[in-house]
Protein backbone atom coordinates (compact mmCIF):
# COMPACT_ATOMS: atom_id res chain seq x y z
CA UNK A 1 0.00 0.00 0.00
CA UNK A 2 1.43 3.28 -0.73
CA UNK A 3 -0.38 6.81 0.68
CA UNK A 4 0.19 9.80 -1.06
CA UNK A 5 -0.84 13.53 0.46
CA UNK A 6 -2.82 15.76 -1.81
CA UNK A 7 -4.57 18.56 -0.35
CA UNK A 8 -7.95 17.58 -0.29
CA UNK A 9 -6.33 14.56 1.65
CA UNK A 10 -4.99 10.78 1.96
CA UNK A 11 -4.84 8.78 -0.91
CA UNK A 12 -4.10 4.96 -0.69
CA UNK A 13 -2.69 2.68 -4.25
CA UNK A 14 -3.56 -0.87 -3.61
CA UNK A 15 -3.04 -3.36 -6.40
CA UNK A 16 -3.47 -1.22 -9.19
CA UNK A 17 -6.39 0.71 -7.65
CA UNK A 18 -6.68 4.16 -5.52
CA UNK A 19 -8.63 4.65 -2.38
CA UNK A 20 -9.50 7.79 -0.89
CA UNK A 21 -9.14 7.21 3.24
CA UNK A 22 -11.15 8.81 6.07
CA UNK A 23 -8.21 10.48 7.89
CA UNK A 24 -6.90 13.52 6.23
CA UNK A 25 -3.40 13.73 7.84
CA UNK A 26 -0.64 11.85 8.29
CA UNK A 27 -0.53 12.41 11.95
CA UNK A 28 -4.17 11.26 12.80
CA UNK A 29 -3.00 8.09 10.62
CA UNK A 30 -0.42 7.51 12.88
CA UNK A 31 -1.95 8.16 16.21
CA UNK A 32 -3.33 4.51 15.06
CA UNK A 33 -1.95 1.32 16.91
CA UNK A 34 -2.31 -0.65 14.13
CA UNK A 35 -1.55 1.68 11.18
CA UNK A 36 -1.63 -1.19 8.47
CA UNK A 37 -4.98 -3.06 10.19
CA UNK A 38 -6.61 0.35 9.67
CA UNK A 39 -5.36 0.99 6.16
CA UNK A 40 -6.66 -2.14 4.72
CA UNK A 41 -9.93 -1.86 6.59
CA UNK A 42 -10.02 1.61 5.39
CA UNK A 43 -9.56 0.29 1.61
CA UNK A 44 -12.02 -2.44 1.88
CA UNK A 45 -15.37 0.23 2.25
CA UNK A 46 -13.79 2.98 0.52
CA UNK A 47 -14.61 3.78 -3.26
CA UNK A 48 -12.26 3.74 -5.78
CA UNK A 49 -10.71 7.55 -7.21
CA UNK A 50 -8.97 7.97 -10.15
CA UNK A 51 -4.95 8.26 -9.94
CA UNK A 52 -3.85 11.64 -8.11
CA UNK A 53 -2.24 13.72 -10.95
CA UNK A 54 1.94 13.79 -10.07
CA UNK A 55 1.77 17.42 -10.02
CA UNK A 56 -0.99 17.51 -7.13
CA UNK A 57 1.18 15.58 -5.00
CA UNK A 58 2.30 17.22 -1.90
CA UNK A 59 5.28 15.88 0.35
CA UNK A 60 3.97 13.30 2.47
CA UNK A 61 4.43 14.62 5.59
CA UNK A 62 2.55 16.20 8.72
CA UNK A 63 4.32 17.57 11.71
CA UNK A 64 6.95 15.42 11.79
CA UNK A 65 10.38 16.15 12.30
CA UNK A 66 13.07 14.93 10.12
CA UNK A 67 16.17 13.62 10.38
CA UNK A 68 19.17 11.96 9.03
CA UNK A 69 22.07 9.26 9.31
CA UNK A 70 25.42 9.35 8.25
CA UNK A 71 28.28 7.50 6.89
CA UNK A 72 26.07 4.24 6.07
CA UNK A 73 27.83 2.98 3.08
CA UNK A 74 31.35 2.43 2.19
CA UNK A 75 30.72 4.98 -0.52
CA UNK A 76 29.45 7.71 1.50
CA UNK A 77 32.62 6.88 4.07
CA UNK A 78 35.44 7.44 1.32
CA UNK A 79 33.14 10.93 -0.40
CA UNK A 80 33.28 12.41 3.12
CA UNK A 81 36.73 11.05 3.80
CA UNK A 82 38.22 13.25 0.57
CA UNK A 83 35.90 16.03 1.01
CA UNK A 84 37.48 16.67 4.26
CA UNK A 85 41.24 16.44 3.16
CA UNK A 86 41.06 20.42 3.20
CA UNK A 87 40.36 20.07 7.35
CA UNK A 88 42.15 16.84 7.77
CA UNK A 89 39.11 15.38 9.37
CA UNK A 90 39.16 12.21 6.95
CA UNK A 91 39.98 9.82 9.80
CA UNK A 92 36.99 11.25 11.90
CA UNK A 93 34.23 9.52 9.09
CA UNK A 94 36.84 6.59 9.10
CA UNK A 95 36.13 6.21 12.50
CA UNK A 96 32.27 6.73 12.53
CA UNK A 97 31.98 4.12 9.67
CA UNK A 98 33.61 1.59 12.11
CA UNK A 99 31.98 2.90 15.49
CA UNK A 100 29.55 1.22 17.13
CA UNK A 101 27.27 4.61 17.50
CA UNK A 102 25.75 5.99 14.13
CA UNK A 103 25.81 9.59 12.74
CA UNK A 104 22.60 10.80 13.25
CA UNK A 105 21.74 14.80 12.88
CA UNK A 106 18.87 16.92 12.23
CA UNK A 107 17.69 17.58 8.36
CA UNK A 108 14.47 19.67 8.25
CA UNK A 109 11.15 20.88 9.99
CA UNK A 110 8.23 19.72 8.40
CA UNK A 111 7.08 23.09 6.61
CA UNK A 112 10.56 22.99 4.87
CA UNK A 113 10.53 19.94 3.23
CA UNK A 114 9.65 20.22 -0.39
CA UNK A 115 7.57 17.23 -2.27
CA UNK A 116 7.55 15.96 -5.77
CA UNK A 117 8.22 18.27 -8.32
CA UNK A 118 8.97 21.11 -6.20
CA UNK A 119 12.18 23.18 -6.43
CA UNK A 120 15.27 22.00 -4.14
CA UNK A 121 17.81 24.55 -3.35
CA UNK A 122 21.54 24.55 -3.46
CA UNK A 123 23.07 27.26 -1.29
CA UNK A 124 23.96 30.12 -2.92
CA UNK A 125 27.35 30.26 -0.74
CA UNK A 126 28.05 26.97 -2.00
CA UNK A 127 30.77 25.61 -4.80
CA UNK A 128 29.99 21.91 -4.72
CA UNK A 129 26.58 20.60 -4.41
CA UNK A 130 25.43 17.38 -4.89
CA UNK A 131 22.02 15.22 -3.69
CA UNK A 132 22.23 12.14 -1.67
CA UNK A 133 19.40 9.56 -2.60
CA UNK A 134 18.24 7.80 0.50
CA UNK A 135 15.70 5.34 1.48
CA UNK A 136 13.56 7.08 4.01
CA UNK A 137 11.87 5.83 7.24
CA UNK A 138 8.32 6.70 8.58
CA UNK A 139 8.47 5.72 12.15
CA UNK A 140 5.76 6.28 14.70
CA UNK A 141 5.63 7.62 18.27
CA UNK A 142 6.57 4.57 19.91
CA UNK A 143 9.57 3.67 17.44
CA UNK A 144 8.01 1.54 15.07
CA UNK A 145 8.93 1.70 11.51
CA UNK A 146 5.46 1.77 10.15
CA UNK A 147 6.90 2.98 6.30
CA UNK A 148 9.34 3.81 3.50
CA UNK A 149 9.60 6.57 1.32
CA UNK A 150 12.15 8.48 -0.90
CA UNK A 151 14.54 11.05 0.30
CA UNK A 152 17.12 13.73 -1.12
CA UNK A 153 19.64 14.96 1.54
CA UNK A 154 21.00 17.81 -0.37
CA UNK A 155 24.26 18.45 0.74
CA UNK A 156 26.75 21.28 0.21
CA UNK A 157 30.32 19.22 0.20
CA UNK A 158 32.47 22.20 -0.14
CA UNK A 159 31.18 23.49 3.39
CA UNK A 160 31.05 20.60 5.18
CA UNK A 161 34.60 19.25 3.82
CA UNK A 162 36.13 22.62 4.69
CA UNK A 163 35.14 22.11 8.88
CA UNK A 164 33.50 19.01 10.49
CA UNK A 165 31.56 22.04 12.76
CA UNK A 166 29.98 23.07 9.66
CA UNK A 167 27.72 20.18 9.05
CA UNK A 168 24.57 21.96 10.26
CA UNK A 169 25.13 24.60 7.29
CA UNK A 170 26.28 22.47 4.55
CA UNK A 171 22.70 20.14 5.67
CA UNK A 172 20.42 22.48 6.91
CA UNK A 173 18.92 25.06 5.04
CA UNK A 174 15.52 26.31 2.82
CA UNK A 175 14.26 23.38 0.71
CA UNK A 176 17.53 21.33 1.27
CA UNK A 177 15.42 17.71 1.53
CA UNK A 178 12.43 16.72 -0.16
CA UNK A 179 10.79 13.63 0.71
CA UNK A 180 7.85 11.17 -1.70
CA UNK A 181 6.29 10.72 -3.79
CA UNK A 182 4.43 8.73 -1.26
CA UNK A 183 4.94 6.48 1.71
CA UNK A 184 4.96 2.43 0.97
CA UNK A 185 3.36 0.99 4.43
CA UNK A 186 4.54 -2.38 5.06
CA UNK A 187 4.96 -4.38 8.10
CA UNK A 188 7.55 -6.18 6.95
CA UNK A 189 11.50 -5.16 5.59
CA UNK A 190 12.31 -4.01 2.61
CA UNK A 191 14.50 -6.52 0.98
CA UNK A 192 18.34 -5.86 0.89
CA UNK A 193 18.17 -6.71 -2.76
CA UNK A 194 15.97 -3.28 -3.06
CA UNK A 195 17.83 -1.18 -5.83
CA UNK A 196 18.41 2.80 -5.11
CA UNK A 197 18.82 4.54 -8.60
CA UNK A 198 20.13 8.03 -9.21
CA UNK A 199 20.14 10.16 -12.21
CA UNK A 200 20.72 13.72 -12.93
CA UNK A 201 19.82 15.61 -16.46
CA UNK A 202 21.01 19.21 -17.60
CA UNK A 203 19.06 20.57 -20.51
CA UNK A 204 17.45 17.16 -21.46
CA UNK A 205 20.59 15.50 -21.06
CA UNK A 206 21.81 12.88 -18.79
CA UNK A 207 25.12 14.33 -16.75
CA UNK A 208 25.42 11.40 -13.96
CA UNK A 209 23.59 8.61 -13.22
CA UNK A 210 24.58 5.70 -10.68
CA UNK A 211 22.80 2.50 -8.70
CA UNK A 212 23.03 0.70 -5.14
CA UNK A 213 21.34 -1.94 -2.85
CA UNK A 214 20.29 -1.73 0.28
CA UNK A 215 22.91 -4.96 0.68
CA UNK A 216 25.39 -2.22 0.54
CA UNK A 217 24.16 -0.50 3.77
CA UNK A 218 26.62 -0.86 6.45
CA UNK A 219 23.96 -0.60 9.82
CA UNK A 220 20.28 -1.84 10.08
CA UNK A 221 17.43 0.48 9.81
CA UNK A 222 16.37 -0.94 13.19
CA UNK A 223 19.53 0.13 14.65
CA UNK A 224 19.22 3.41 13.50
CA UNK A 225 15.73 4.32 15.24
CA UNK A 226 17.32 2.85 18.49
CA UNK A 227 19.89 4.97 18.60
CA UNK A 228 17.58 8.27 17.42
CA UNK A 229 14.99 7.68 20.12
CA UNK A 230 17.01 7.25 22.71
CA UNK A 231 16.29 10.46 25.13
CA UNK A 232 14.01 12.04 22.53
CA UNK A 233 10.49 11.52 22.08
CA UNK A 234 8.73 12.52 18.52
CA UNK A 235 5.09 13.26 19.51
CA UNK A 236 4.19 12.92 16.18
CA UNK A 237 6.48 10.15 14.55
CA UNK A 238 9.45 11.46 12.55
CA UNK A 239 11.15 10.88 9.46
CA UNK A 240 14.81 9.55 8.90
CA UNK A 241 16.94 9.33 6.11
CA UNK A 242 19.25 6.02 6.19
CA UNK A 243 22.24 7.73 4.19
CA UNK A 244 23.31 7.22 0.90
CA UNK A 245 25.54 4.89 -1.13
CA UNK A 246 25.60 6.80 -4.24
CA UNK A 247 28.08 9.89 -4.11
CA UNK A 248 28.61 11.74 -7.90
CA UNK A 249 32.42 12.48 -8.33
CA UNK A 250 34.50 15.16 -6.98
CA UNK A 251 34.42 17.17 -10.43
CA UNK A 252 30.31 17.40 -10.17
CA UNK A 253 28.38 19.74 -9.02
CA UNK A 254 24.71 21.48 -9.62
CA UNK A 255 23.91 23.77 -11.65
CA UNK A 256 20.37 25.53 -11.47
CA UNK A 257 17.74 24.05 -13.60
CA UNK A 258 19.06 20.55 -13.50
CA UNK A 259 16.44 17.64 -13.09
CA UNK A 260 16.87 15.07 -10.04
CA UNK A 261 15.30 11.89 -9.95
CA UNK A 262 15.28 8.96 -7.43
CA UNK A 263 13.87 5.78 -7.79
CA UNK A 264 13.54 2.75 -5.18
CA UNK A 265 11.95 -0.10 -6.19
CA UNK A 266 8.55 -0.82 -4.47
CA UNK A 267 8.13 3.22 -3.84
CA UNK A 268 8.09 4.49 -6.82
CA UNK A 269 10.38 7.47 -8.43
CA UNK A 270 10.72 11.29 -6.35
CA UNK A 271 11.90 13.90 -8.99
CA UNK A 272 12.65 17.62 -8.58
CA UNK A 273 14.35 20.30 -10.02
CA UNK A 274 16.79 22.57 -9.18
CA UNK A 275 15.40 26.00 -8.42
Known sequence: ???????????????????????KTLDALLERADVHGYLESAIAKAAT??????AALLAPVGQQEVWAAGVTYYRSRTARMEESKVSGGGSFYDRVYGAKRPELFFKALPHK???????????????????????????????????????NDM?????????LLYLP???????????G??????????PTATRINLEISRRGAAVFS??????EMKRRPEELVEYLFRDQ??????????????VPPDSFTLEHGDEIQIGIEGIGVLANPVG
Open 210 to 215: GTTTLE
Open 181 to 190: PGILFSGEPL
Open 49 to 54: VTAPDA
Open 169 to 179: QAKIYDRSCAL
Open 233 to 246: TFRHGCFLLTGTGI
Open 1 to 23: MILYRLREGLVVEHEGSFHRIEE
Open 113 to 151: VVGPHAAVAIRRDAKWSVPEPELTLLVNAAGKIVGYTIG
Open 155 to 163: SSRDIEGEN
